[in-house]
């Protein structure tokens, strides 16, 4: 009412007469003239129906509302306030229809109406009688789980909301809002979640911005959203709830009693959104948040055994996250902190014990401890017990009991135990809704026992209820894409071995068109790395079902393309050149470039503590960038819809892949369990090659026979080597028609492409390497390789960037010869010979040499602006989280140069020609869920924009860099800084390395570029086999 200009006498004058001498008032001026009396008129109505709910009146308030309104002068001084009387009216009509249809709801079973309004003084004893006794009822339910008491309770707020005044009474919209919610976790009804996210939002509707009341109904319409997340899977719910729970904590002063509540329903909901997203700024922020929770409520609080538990969740969840034992053990103890706080018969604790088992279960995992185990089984049988039929969490709560007397059957052996695995996770099934977005989880595992049971008894049935249970989680649209996907390659898996190809294929052609949206733009690279993990293999399964059902090669090839490097092709799509977009349609252009720079920007991960004043900071971030891959997407969808643009950011095509092998060929080796070939792409065909000597577990052995041999010096690599030549190399040269030596020094070149873990292994190296053999591929082809073919088109729509005159460009020169820090191999004498090698060449090079500080911001700063960047000295890869594989600079254990820096990192503009790494390792993911990624320093550096770039698999000798780069620079200066100098200059210093005789020498304790943390005798580097091989070319 503060909107109308009512002198405060006149005002409360008014509000002490009856609803007749206000009906009479209103008469006398029915007619107004001036602008004073209509004001008085309309005022006058409008109280009249807050008084008595009189929808006539409303009515007459509104009509002569828009009429003043529309007499006024566009120029009136008073003319928006006019207008926002108006507007107020007409959306008090709006709730005032909305509040009223929404309350003539029945309940299932229940046939009693809402009374006949009574008279007005009737009215005002009732509503607050009624509202006191539906809160008294719902106590009662919450303290003895009676529903016919929370659905009295639900009536009795029907009926005062009915009578009048109370229409727009916020509290009692937010208390019927809440035990709707109640009813739902009862009996599972979507209509009632659906009505208590209704009431409670119109209650929010309903209070002024400023009311210490509106953070409570904010925290509850949170509550609400999230738990319709739950039922439903809409990530547009969760969203909001985040938002709406945000907006409560930060308008809660620090002394509210209710700010413990407010954080402990935050903290849940980020919770929920990690386990979506697998965003760990969530997580970080919700365990920050329920330790604030647990701290804020008194010790003796009756809801502290909640919060408890709560916290207990975020800790366990950050444990299968990081690993951290510390947290787990945490974990276990707070939460059996807050089983013990809890009364026998509480409705909570049959989740709290639910909690305490899945923790010692994963304690059991992590540390092998039976006890933990028995106890886990222990527990959740206790929690299955304690949960009434039809109680919201059951399915969870059998879930969990099937789940750890799984883990106990894999332990013992007892046919029993798996049994009841399978009776448990038929009944959480069976007791989840068909739209429920838990039930694909729940089918998942199904399939898991019953495939285990089947491997054990051979039961056909088993079988086939395992297939049908993949297939109907598969169809369960409401899951998150992840768990689809799983199910997809598991029942894609079983029908392959029925050689049902056409369905298998089917199956997994679908599960690869998801995988972008498992790893969204908005999320971290880390986050990403870790959503993608669980699909491993997925697009090279698919390519092979796909050849095996008969469909096109290049449909096959495409595939791959689709489901490999997902967090390279994103960025790629974010970096790729619009100059064609800008010229044609330059505001679409600046939108995509807005956007771009958005979701092309580093998140800010400064800091995981949530201050006491603000939670919104973070959040409003993270908020920006999952609207802006909204926007991103949507934009990419009209700019398609323009002429000439209908493939915008799509993969390329068939013709588009050929036009890619104009110059040279690309391999494309496929490995997967069902069949490996090799796809050869040429500029007029795209050909498959089976490779009957290859299969997926010679690799796996080979790779991890690899790594063994590295990691404790026995490191002979001639068996490997020769193995390649014949199972991959030798048929897929000869079928390029690559047979003989060259003698002119013509060098064709072939692109290597290779999947899964032969990613890890050096296909340019494979041969039979004895005196007189030319064997080999290095003796027939040069050898670049690509992380995809979409990276060969993307790169090569930039062309070199011409320099603006003689050294108008510089070359950034790292040469760190001490690392601080390191056990062994600390010292690198050569490292600043090879950099002063290269100041040498600069000058012919035309460029300038320059050398920075040897810090990550220095050099970062120097890397926009140079056209060469040359480090010598050691790099780290990280098998746990590949985006954490650095380079070691002076700050590298406080503020290192990581490949997730450089994938946050632009240098488009400047597009620098070359970036050589010196060092070890650079070329290496050891990540084995993560082989598909290309998640290494190589990699890294060229999506940051470097044209070319020259990488280690491994470890290499530190005196004989100085050889290898030499020999590539002076083939730039001879040739010119061309595409294929690059890679002839890195073949001619190979070649030359392997020529010098020095696989025969033993030089023992030969310093090497392998960064090793801790000294160990048995990584003493003999150097007996060659040190030619590590090295490897990324390029365009």
Known sequence: ??????????????????????????????????????????????????????????????????????????????????????????????????????????????????????????????????????????????????LEDLKEAIRNLQQALKLGGAYFEPGILSNLGAMLGQLFEHTGSIDDLNRAVDFTTMAVDATPQNDPDRAGYLINLGSWLGTRFDRTGSIDDLNRAVDIATMAVDTTPQDHPGRASYLNNLGNLLSKRFYRTGSMDDLNHAVNIATMAVDAIPQHHPDRAGYLNNLGSRLGTQFGRTGSINDLHHAVKITTMAVDATPQHHPDRAGYLNNLGSWLAMRFGRTGSIDDLNRAVDIATMAVDATPQGRRNQAIILGNLSNWLSNRFRRT????????????????????????????????????????????????????????????????????????????????SILALQQEWDESSQLLEEAVKLLPTVSPRSLNHTDKQHMLAESA?????????????????????????????????????????????????????????????????????????????????????????????????????????????????????????????????????????????????QHNRIAVLELPGLTEEEVRKRAQDLRSSRATGSFHIIPLLEWLWDSIARPTLSA???????????????????????????????????????????????????????????????????????????????AMRETPGLAANRILSFAEDEVEMLKSLCRPLKLWSLTPIMRKDSVLQHLQKCKIFHFAGHGQSDPAEPSRSCLLLEDWKTNPLTVGDLLDYRVQENKPFLGYLSACSTGSNEAVKLADEGIHLVSAFQLAGFRHVVGTLWEVSDKHCVDVARVLYETLRDEGMTDVAVCRGLHRAVRALRYSGIRGEKEKEERARDATLEFSESRVQTMADPYWVPYIHFGV
């Open 1 to 146: 009412m503060e909107l109308f200009s009512i002198d405060a006498e006149t005002a409360s004058l008014l509000e002490d007469l009856s609803n007749d001498e206000l009906c009479s008032f209103a008469e006398l001026h029915d007619n107004p003239a001036i602008d004073g009396q209509i004001e008085l008129y309309i005022y006058t109505c409008f109280l009249l129906f807050k008084k008595s709910v009189s929808t006539e009146h409303l009515e007459q308030a509104v009509q002569r509302a828009e009429g003043w309104v529309a007499v006024t002068p566009t120029d009136h001084p008073d003319r928006i306030r006019r207008s926002r009387i108006f507007d107020m009216m007409s959306v008090w009509t709006s709730q005032h229809r909305s509040i009223l249809e929404a309350i003539t709801f029945t309940l299932p079973g229940v046939d009693r109406t809402v009374n006949q309004e009574p008279g007005s003084d009737e009215r005002s004893i009732q509503i607050p009688y009624l509202n006191n006794e539906a809160i008294r009822l719902a106590k009662n339910y919450q303290q003895n789980g009676h």
């Open 736 to 814: 390029l028609g690559f047979e003989g030596s060259i003698s002119d020094d013509k060098w064709p070149r072939v692109w290597w492409i290779p999947t899964g873990l032969l990613s890890q292994l050096p296909l340019h190296a494979a041969g039979l390497h004895v005196r007189g053999s030319t064997e080999s591929v290095l003796d027939r082809v040069m050898s670049s390789y690509a992380p995809s073919i979409k990276a060969l088109v993307h790169g090569r729509r930039h062309p070199i960037r011409e320099s603006a005159g003689p050294f108008t460009d510089y070359a950034l020169l790292v």
């Open 413 to 492: 052996g007892s046919i029993d135990d798996l049994n009841r695995a399978i009776d448990f996770i038929t009944m959480a099934v069976d007791v989840t809704p068909q739209d429920h977005p838990d039930r694909a989880s729940h089918l998942k595992n199904l399939g898991d026992r019953l495939s285990t049971r089947f491997k054990r008894t051979d039961s056909i049935d088993d079988l086939n209820r395992t297939l049908s249970s993949y297939k109907e989680g598969w169809s369960c649209h409401t899951a998150p894409p992840s768990i689809r996907i799983r199910l997809a390659q598991a029942a894609a």
């Open 537 to 681: 293999g997925l697009a090279s399964m698919a390519a092979a079902t796909a050849l095996n059902a008969g469909k096109a090669t290049s449909h096959a090839l495409q595939l791959l393309e689709l489901g490999r490097g997902v967090i390279a092709s994103l960025l790629m799509d974010v970096r790729g050149d619009i100059s064609d977009l800008k010229r044609k349609h330059p505001g679409l252009a600046d939108e995509f470039t807005s956007l771009r720079d958005e979701l092309d920007s580093p998140s800010d991960r400064s800091t995981f503590t949530i201050s006491n004043d603000s939670t919104s900071s973070w959040e409003s971030q993270a908020k920006r960038r999952r609207e802006a891959d909204q926007k991103f997407g949507e934009l990419i969808a009209r700019i398609r819809t323009q002429p000439g643009f209908e493939r915008f950011l799509l993969p390329p095509t068939e013709d588009e892949i050929m036009a890619v092998a104009d110059l040279d060929p690309i391999v494309v080796v496929n490995l997967s369990s069902y069949r490996c070939d090799a796809f050869l792409v």
